[in-house]
């Protein structure tokens, strides 16, 4: 809701009341009052120019905003004003039908748009909060700029350094400030695409000459991929043992050359160089077994490229090597957070135990480590811990992978057969991640093998006996997916014994500097850098950032900004991924300044309330979620979602 007239005159010129505004937009309006600006006066301060000064980067940001507009039309009735980093504007780019109105409020270039010389305005809040920000008729503190309305925001360059401002205004009632805000951001999102066009240009050119450095040894089968997977390039011998005639397309998938086994696009991923790493490739009438090299390719400012992967076509079968065994250890998980410490405390006492477990939590908070973890410290070390992506099975071999099949069960199976994975588990752990995504007639014999602790090979009667511990994890609302059918609730109740929340990195946000530090070490050691740290202002940022990909997002930026860091010096904001570093400079660019809620109080007493009645109910029931149901007189429905609302599990 907009600020009328009547409060802002009630407050500015007779100083009565508070009135029920934003906290921000509040004291600005204090701070205008004190700097001794009367209301019913002009912009005041001025400065000279020197169009020879000018910062380039505004330049770029006037040029684009002169495009915008004329996007909209040569007769909007919009105005954009450039400001520096002191507010002063520097420039003005109008519509035809707009032309010279701003000057009739007093806003022309030289006018400085802070507190002390316009009071309270876009620009000056954008200032104050660093953020984007709208101010909307009433909400100005000089009375005449009251027919504006108006949207501004803070403008950075490629090293995260403040430019200046950019702001667009038109004349009430005829223009949406709340429109005006969804062009800034447009033009924000144009600038770092431009920014990240700039980059990807020298990029190409940089892997270019390494492809032409690189291929003039041509004895070997070679592909050379851009990080993204995206295929370069393609030598005669990959060619011929493809079985290919001509050459393939720039930029094709090489995924669609052939069935490739790891995904090159998984392999290209990642700047790690490896050797002798089997790989199997799938002809339309024949199998390949080969090995590959992985070389990652630099750029002369060590920024990652690309990959090339050189091949080897083995000659024998590899002997079958041992079962995977676990790889982390719970002092891995890192972080002191209470969240974090009591999932970790758990995971501990589950361990010590041989009941199955789940684990929730949202993608990337680290359900895979705690998996691991949770094996290696208990008594089933040293047995097989087998992890299983249930949603990277295809449905139509998940049967056969899973519970294996006997000689001659169907078209195309092995003659002797093969043993599956649960099988090769025996003794130790199976990992069942993303098990919401299991077709429901795996999940019915999952349920037997947990019951009578025994599994069926496809075209087989003989019941084999296993001993194995199931950890199953999901990032999906297994509730909602046994309300709609999706989810046996008899497996699930087996299943989730103890319940394990992992918490979001927003409820760890003590944790990131110790995650960040761990994580550029890391790959410090793996690239062979001496990255000393990040900026401060940087990670100042990633505590306030919501991190949706949690820290699997935090591990890949890291992983991303050292690839392109000099090596020796802290990260920068050139070195972040693009779309991380707009959301880092730009935060709060879609979201409002939160306005004052007189109920607040009194909303957060009922919802702790709530919360409280859902887990005895919970609890009283022994996590029937029927049961708790009915005791609450609600639907299941509703006790799902309020159970998802506020992180509640239901146990067995």
Not at 9 to 28: D, H, M, Y
Not at 319 to 331: E, L, S
Not at 351 to 364: D, K, M, P, R
Not at 580 to 601: I, M, Q
């Amino acid at each position: 809701m907009f600020v009328n007239y009547n409060d802002w005159s009630a407050f500015i010129n007779e100083g009565r009341g508070t009135p029920a505004i934003s906290p921000p937009l509040l004291e600005s309006w204090k701070r205008s009052r004190q700097s001794g600006l009367g209301p019913q006066m002009y912009p005041q301060k001025k400065a000279t120019i020197d169009v020879t000064a000018q910062d380039v980067f505004l330049q770029q940001v006037s040029t684009r905003l002169s495009n915008l507009l004329k996007f909209i039309g040569p007769d909007t009735n919009l105005a954009g004003l450039i400001c520096d980093i002191n507010g002063c504007i520097v420039n003005m780019e109008t519509g035809t039908a707009f032309a010279g109105t701003l000057e009739t409020f007093g806003l022309h270039p030289g006018i400085v748009m802070s507190e002390e010389s316009a009071g309270t305005t876009a620009v000056s809040l954008a200032a104050a909060l660093q953020t984007t920000v709208v101010c909307h008729g009433a909400e100005h503190y000089l009375e005449k700029l009251h027919p504006l309305g108006g949207s501004a925001t803070p403008v950075y360059d490629i090293d995260g350094q403040l430019k200046g401002f950019v702001a667009l205004y038109g004349i009430l009632p005829d223009v949406n400030v709340h429109l005006l805000k969804g062009l800034i951001v447009l033009l924000i999102q144009l600038l770092d695409r431009q920014t990240r066009l700039f980059r990807s240009k020298k990029m190409h050119n940089e892997l270019k000459w390494q492809l032409a450095k690189l291929f003039k040894d041509d004895r070997k089968p070679m592909l050379l991929v851009t990080r993204s997977g995206y295929l370069r390039q393609i030598n005669p011998p990959m060619m011929r043992l493809l079985n290919l005639n001509g050459s393939a397309d720039d930029e094709k998938n090489p995924d669609n050359l052939a069935r490739f086994y790891p995904a090159i696009r998984e392999i290209a991923k990642t700047a790690i160089p490896c050797k002798e790493q089997p790989m199997e490739i799938r002809l339309s009438r024949r199998k390949l077994r080969v090995n590959y090299e992985r070389i990652p390719l630099f750029s002369d400012k060590d920024e990652f490229l690309g990959c090339l992967l050189i091949f080897d076509e083995k000659k024998t079968e590899r002997a079958p090597t041992d079962a995977p065994r676990a790889r982390f250890n719970f002092d891995d998980i890192l972080g002191n957070s209470p969240a974090l410490l009591h999932a970790k405390e758990l995971a501990m006492l589950a361990a010590e135990t041989s009941v199955n477990v789940f684990l929730h939590g949202a993608s990337g908070t680290g359900k895979e480590m705690f998996a691991h973890s949770i094996h290696n410290h208990s008594e089933r070390r040293d047995a097989p811990f087998i992890p299983v992506n249930c949603a990277a099975i295809p449905r139509e071999i998940a049967e056969s992978e899973l519970f294996g099949y006997d000689t001659g069960a169907f078209t195309g199976a092995r003659k002797e057969g093969n043993i599956g994975l649960l099988e090769t588990a025996n003794g130790g752990t199976v990992f069942l991640d993303e098990i919401g995504d299991m077709p429901l007639e795996i999940q019915a014999k999952l349920l037997r093998l947990l019951e009578d602790k025994t599994i069926t090979r496809i075209g087989s009667r003989a019941e084999i006996p296993v001993n194995i511990r199931i950890i199953a994890a999901s990032n999906r609302n297994i509730p909602e997916l046994i309300e709609t059918g999706k989810f046996r609730e008899d497996l699930y109740y087996r299943l989730n014994v103890t319940a394990i929340n992992l918490p979001l990195l927003t409820e760890c946000l003590e944790d990131i500097p110790e995650l960040t530090a761990s994580f550029i070490s890391h790959f410090n050691e793996i690239m062979g850098k001496k990255v000393p740290g990040i900026m401060p202002q940087i990670m100042e940022r990633f505590r306030i950032y919501n991190w949706p990909g949690n820290i699997r997002e935090l591990k890949n930026a890291i992983e991303f900004a050292v690839m392109l860091n000099s090596g020796e010096q802290p990260v920068a904001w050139k070195d972040l991924p693009g779309e991380l570093r707009a959301e880092l400079l730009y935060r709060d660019a879609v979201t409002p300044p939160a306005t004052h809620d007189p109920f607040g109080r009194e909303r957060q007493e009922i919802q702790n309330r709530e919360k409280a009645l859902y887990e005895k109910a919970v609890l009283l029931a022994h996590g029937n979620l029927s049961k708790a149901a009915t005791r609450l007189k609600v639907s299941r429905s509703t006790l799902y979602r309020k159970l998802k609302k506020y992180g509640i599990p239901g146990r067995h």
